[in-house]
């Protein structure tokens, strides 16, 4: 009777593969199809679970926390020490000869993302160089994100319009992305450099943070101003006297969800910064060559702190371990004793002065491969 056809569910250890989709085929052993995991961001992978936690709790709702909080004392500060009673320091939502809630919120955006960018990144990167956290196993954001997926040419396709042609040409969004790859210059918290980086630094990062800034400006004020304007939009309302408690509520949420969706993005770049990568994969090179060496060395950057004159490497003996050890002959000089002993005895008839000769050369040889011993200096 013919082999029936089987129904095979398969799963792949590879977490960037994901599940694989259940396939019937006429074969006995069916072709699996990959499914990948959803990733819209082009986060490189693998990530951790403690990179994850890193990004999500601390930089992310702790972050945002802090950026609430303070939103909210500002606010408190500015719309609650006034007379509500005085009509010349009215609170409302578009007059501008007031104090206007709209134009507090598209201030917000523009100083919290530049303060965000330079104070998060700076804390990210000095957790990069303790070790408290890996970077990203690849630079992010990614080069080739959104780059136009070109179909095979046998492969019926649709041609695109101008506008695809456009944003998808060959590199995509990578080369405005590329704008916002991580490096140490967004490390405004390095001590070992000199004041005038540390000013160059502090310039990169601010205008990086604005740039973010108008990126979020705009869609977060649109947004914002389309839930509080048709409830605190009439003409004429006085928010100090009728909603005292409206515009710093206001600015308390609003500061929470702009934290929340920008520190985990200003970490991530900080995280993909190509001078950590490159630093961390020359740290793990170390490590493994060590590890195959059988050398036991220092992990941590004050393990490998510069120490006192008069003390030895812990990665190597002291001199008196290194004399006591049998130490293997050189490749060179055994080669050298197998040619001086392959002409003397190719040449017998050059005499006693040519035995003489390459006697003293092997008591050199011999002098020269033995390990010397260092004398201990009196104290």
């Given at each position: 009777?013919?082999?029936?056809?089987?129904?095979?569910?398969?799963?792949?250890?590879?977490?960037?593969?994901?599940?694989?989709?259940?396939?019937?085929?006429?074969?006995?052993?069916?072709?699996?199809?990959?499914?990948?995991?959803?990733?819209?961001?082009?986060?490189?992978?693998?990530?951790?679970?403690?990179?994850?936690?890193?990004?999500?709790?601390?930089?992310?709702?702790?972050?945002?926390?802090?950026?609430?909080?303070?939103?909210?004392?500002?606010?408190?500060?500015?719309?609650?020490?006034?007379?509500?009673?005085?009509?010349?320091?009215?609170?409302?939502?578009?007059?501008?000869?007031?104090?206007?809630?709209?134009?507090?919120?598209?201030?917000?955006?523009?100083?919290?993302?530049?303060?965000?960018?330079?104070?998060?990144?700076?804390?990210?990167?000095?957790?990069?160089?303790?070790?408290?956290?890996?970077?990203?196993?690849?630079?992010?954001?990614?080069?080739?994100f959104g780059a136009y997926k070109v179909e095979a040419p046998d492969k019926p396709t649709?041609?695109?319009?101008?506008?695809?042609?456009?944003?998808?040409?060959?590199?995509?969004?990578?080369?405005?992305?590329?704008?916002?790859?991580?490096?140490?210059?967004?490390?405004?918290?390095?001590?070992?450099?000199?004041?005038?980086?540390?000013?160059?630094?502090?310039?990169?990062?601010?205008?990086?943070?604005?740039?973010?800034?108008?990126?979020?400006?705009?869609?977060?004020?649109?947004?914002?101003?389309?839930?509080?304007?048709?409830?605190?939009?009439?003409?004429?309302?006085?928010?100090?006297?009728?909603?005292?408690?409206?515009?710093?509520?206001?600015?308390?949420?609003?500061?929470?969800?702009?934290?929340?969706?920008?520190?985990?993005?200003?970490?991530?770049?900080?995280?993909?910064?190509?001078?950590?990568?490159?630093?961390?994969?020359?740290?793990?090179?170390?490590?493994?060559?060590?590890?195959?060496?059988?050398?036991?060395?220092?992990?941590?950057?004050?393990?490998?702190?510069?120490?006192?004159?008069?003390?030895?490497?812990?990665?190597?003996?002291?001199?008196?371990?290194?004399?006591?050890?049998?130490?293997?002959?050189?490749?060179?000089?055994?080669?050298?004793?197998?040619?001086?002993?392959?002409?003397?005895?190719?040449?017998?008839?050059?005499?006693?002065?040519?035995?003489?000769?390459?006697?003293?050369?092997?008591?050199?040889?011999?002098?020269?491969?033995?390990?010397?011993?260092?004398?201990?200096?009196?104290?």
């Amino acid at each position: 009777m013919p082999r029936q056809a089987e129904t095979t569910e398969l799963v792949l250890p590879d977490p960037d593969l994901g599940e694989v989709e259940k396939s019937s085929e006429k074969e006995a052993w069916p072709t699996p199809v990959r499914r990948p995991h959803w990733n819209p961001f082009h986060l490189p992978r693998p990530i951790t679970t403690r990179q994850w936690l890193y990004i999500l709790i601390p930089q992310g709702l702790f972050a945002a926390i802090v950026d609430g909080l303070v939103n909210f004392g500002i606010a408190c500060a500015m719309y609650r020490t006034q007379d509500p009673n005085d009509n010349t320091s009215r609170v409302t939502i578009w007059n501008l000869s007031h104090s206007t809630v709209a134009g507090d919120v598209g201030v917000t955006v523009i100083i919290q993302t530049v303060l965000s960018f330079v104070i998060s990144s700076g804390m990210v990167h000095v957790d990069l160089r303790k070790g408290t956290i890996d970077p990203f196993v690849a630079a992010w954001p990614c080069p080739d994100f959104g780059a136009y997926k070109v179909e095979a040419p046998d492969k019926p396709t649709m041609q695109p319009g101008g506008f695809a042609r456009w944003l998808h040409n060959r590199h995509g969004l990578g080369r405005g992305l590329h704008f916002f790859s991580g490096s140490d210059y967004n490390d405004v918290f390095d001590l070992s450099v000199s004041p005038k980086e540390t000013l160059q630094r502090l310039f990169l990062s601010v205008f990086k943070g604005l740039v973010l800034s108008a990126i979020y400006f705009s869609f977060m004020w649109p947004i914002t101003i389309a839930i509080i304007a048709p409830l605190y939009g009439g003409t004429g309302i006085n928010m100090r006297r009728q909603y005292p408690w409206a515009a710093p509520i206001i600015k308390l949420i609003f500061g929470f969800t702009l934290g929340l969706l920008q520190n985990p993005v200003i970490c991530c770049i900080a995280m993909g910064s190509e001078d950590s990568i490159r630093l961390h994969l020359r740290e793990e090179q170390r490590k493994l060559w060590a590890i195959q060496e059988g050398i036991t060395v220092p992990v941590t950057k004050g393990e490998r702190a510069g120490r006192p004159s008069g003390s030895f490497d812990l990665t190597m003996p002291p001199p008196a371990a290194q004399s006591q050890e049998k130490q293997p002959i050189p490749r060179d000089v055994a080669r050298l004793r197998q040619s001086v002993d392959g002409s003397r005895s190719a040449s017998p008839a050059r005499g006693n002065r040519l035995s003489v000769d390459v006697a003293a050369l092997r008591q050199s040889l011999d002098e020269g491969s033995r390990p010397q011993t260092r004398a201990a200096s009196p104290h």
